[in-house]
């Protein structure tokens, strides 16, 4: 049951004030919207900045958050004359540097699909446009009083650093390169990875089923970023061609690449007390991970569905800003977070090392894993954010 929050001059009009207009922001306005939270939202519109078309994101989205964003309407459905906004994927392959390799399926699971690759631009404007039709939101560009403020702002939080909250990170030695490219063979569904020479590259299925079109996520030292961020579309691609063996025959770049630098980063507290009242993190400005694992998003969406059933379930006589209620969530989210953070951690270490003795035993290991039967099966499940 809701607390009763005053209207009169001066006093709060809103429960609760989310910092921040992204996916996780956009998308926890509109889950507390739904449990008749009074919500201001305070940042500009996705829409007044509208991507270009050659926006190089692209999210791999779980079926847990799927549901999330289904349950909001703002799961981003096909539209007639438009590219597909979401493409499933069905199967996975994973290689190593020396003959590993490593193969998931959704099918033996019963599944329509290990996760999706989602279209940003088109998952941004899906949410602008639920937005725009409940009224329980009301858009801002400063920051109201509220019970409780939740800042959604990035890893790069101007909030967060200003009330003085930890923020510990941890570099990687690399930068992400992110593209997309047009392939001449069709890529079927399948998700593809390769670890090699301490990099990891990663192509995601665009535009359907039988798309000829990938997202390139690449990581590598940055110089060799930088000096593919320099070199000619075409040698670009080349490289990526050459480092998958062709998988999916001649690729093309079919806009300019991006990138930016890796690293691991964590809020030493989700939540904290000031001035104008209680402060809650969520997202990027709580958590970031090595993005080997697709798992970045997920956790951001996760956080936006933990915060929104505490409150939606706290006793009817505590305030949204209540530290205990919140500490609830902190303590829910935390340990998820940490565990994936030490996964990828683990997973860019061993495949980074370039003792040919760890490349031996970690090769072995993909394809010991991938005859270990219910062990894969229950990984795979957690993956896709379904219970095991």
């Not at 989205?61 to 004359?81: I, Q």
């Not at 109201?144 to 800042?151: E, I, K, N, Q």
């Not at 890893?155 to 490219?181: E, M, Q, W």
């Not at 998820?336 to 003795?357: E, I, K, P, W, Y």
Request: charged share 20%.
């Amino acid at each position: 049951m809701q607390a009763s929050t005053p209207r009169a001059g001066g006093v709060r009009r809103h429960d609760v004030a989310i910092r921040g207009t992204g996916v996780v922001g956009l998308t926890l306005a509109l889950l507390l919207a739904r449990e008749r939270l009074r919500v201001a939202l305070v940042g500009p519109a996705l829409a007044a900045a509208a991507a270009p078309a050659t926006d190089v994101r692209a999210y791999a989205l779980n079926a847990a958050s799927k549901a999330v964003l289904s349950s909001v309407r703002a799961w981003p459905e096909d539209r007639p004359g438009e590219s597909p906004a979401c493409t499933p994927v069905r199967a996975m392959q994973v290689w190593g540097d020396d003959g590993g390799e490593l193969r998931f399926d959704a099918a033996p699971l019963g599944a329509e699909a290990l996760t999706w690759i989602v279209d940003v631009p088109a998952l941004e404007r899906r949410l602008e446009e639920a937005v725009g039709f409940q009224p329980g939101i009301e858009r801002l560009e400063e920051a109201p009083a509220a019970s409780l403020t939740v800042v959604c702002e990035g890893r790069r939080s101007s909030t967060r650093a200003n009330l003085g909250i930890d923020f510990d990170v941890r570099p990687y030695p690399h930068k992400a390169v992110a593209a997309r490219l047009t392939t001449t063979l069709p890529h079927g569904g399948v998700a593809r990875q390769w670890f090699a020479d301490g990099q990891v590259l990663a192509l995601l299925p665009l535009d359907g089923a039988d798309g000829h079109a990938v997202a390139l996520v690449w990581s590598l030292p940055p110089e060799q970023a930088d000096a593919l961020l320099q070199a000619e579309p075409a040698a670009l691609a080349a490289a990526v061609q050459a480092r998958c063996g062709a998988a999916l025959g001649d690729m093309a770049l079919s806009g300019p690449a991006q990138a930016w630098p890796l690293e691991r980063a964590c809020a030493r507290s989700w939540t904290a007390r000031t001035a104008q009242g209680m402060v809650a993190l969520a997202g990027d400005a709580a958590h970031t991970v090595h993005p080997l694992a697709g798992q970045g998003l997920n956790l951001g969406l996760a956080d936006a569905a933990e915060l929104a059933r505490v409150l939606a379930g706290r006793e009817y006589w505590r305030e949204v800003g209540d530290a205990r209620l919140l500490r609830r969530y902190e303590r829910a989210r935390a340990a998820d977070v940490q565990a994936m953070a030490l996964v990828t951690d683990g997973l860019f270490g061993l495949f980074s090392h370039d003792d040919t003795r760890i490349q031996g035993l970690r090769n072995w290991g993909l394809s010991a894993f991938d005859r270990s039967g219910p062990l894969k099966h229950w990984l795979t499940r957690q993956a896709m954010g379904r219970a095991a």
